[in-house]
Structure formats: C-alpha cells, structure tokens
Nanobody
C-alpha cells in the first residue's frame, strides 16, 4: 500500500524559506502508480488547490501562477522522496501542504486527479 509522509513544515516570517519533503513508502518511486507527483495546499475555509506537479519519469514541472518563481518542486528517485523548496514566503502561503500521487492526471494541478495523499504538514507565514 502506498504511503506518503510529508515533513518540513513550520512557522516563518514573510520573506523566509522552507523546504518540504514527501517520503514515499510501499511503491518504488516513479512507477506506473506514481507517474505524477504533486504538492497541494489548503487554507482554512478554502478549497484545496494545486501548487506544483512533476512528471516523475522525465522531471517536467508545472506550477500554479501564484507560486511561479518562488517555489521549486524536485525529486530524488533514489531516496523515493519529493521536495518543495519555498522561497519568498508570504502570509497568503499559509496552509496545510499535502503531497499526492497520480498515474496520469488530465489536469496536473487538480486535486481530484490524484489518488494517493499524505496527511499534510502545516506552513504558517507571519507578516
């Protein structure tokens, strides 16, 4: 059974940085069930939204407009781990961040297209 475990969240001031990690257990990274990996976030009272996605075979990356130029998604296949480097954090980035996996999503940043989810890690940015 696939298990995704996020870590790296915390509290930072605006302008700061954090790096989130997502360890994958149960399946070898970059296999059929995990063709795409993504980071999503959900703030209180808001819908879950896609932040970034990566094609695990080729490394192609995709970002939401709100994080382009500030966030970087990456992977270490040997470590079965997905990362999200977040720079220039702003209070509006405050949310629970989740990693997720999908075989072949038609909408790369849409939560409904992803099958496996972690429990999330909280990111809080203060002004």
């Amino acid at each position: 059974q696939v298990q995704l475990v996020e870590s790296g969240g915390g509290s930072v001031q605006a302008g700061g940085s954090l790096r989130l990690s997502c360890a994958v257990f149960g399946y070898t990274y970059s296999t059929y069930y995990m063709g795409y990996m993504g980071w999503f976030r959900q703030a209180p009272g808001k819908e879950r939204e896609g932040v970034a996605s990566i094609y695990t075979y080729g490394g192609d990356t995709y970002y939401a407009d709100s994080v382009k130029g500030r966030f970087t998604i990456s992977q270490d296949n040997a470590k079965n781990t997905l990362y999200l480097q977040m720079n220039s954090l702003q209070p509006e980035d405050t949310a629970m961040y989740y990693c997720a996996a999908s075989t072949s999503p038609s909408r790369l940043l849409h939560p409904a297209e992803y099958n496996y989810w972690g429990q999330g890690t909280q990111v809080t940015v203060s002004s």
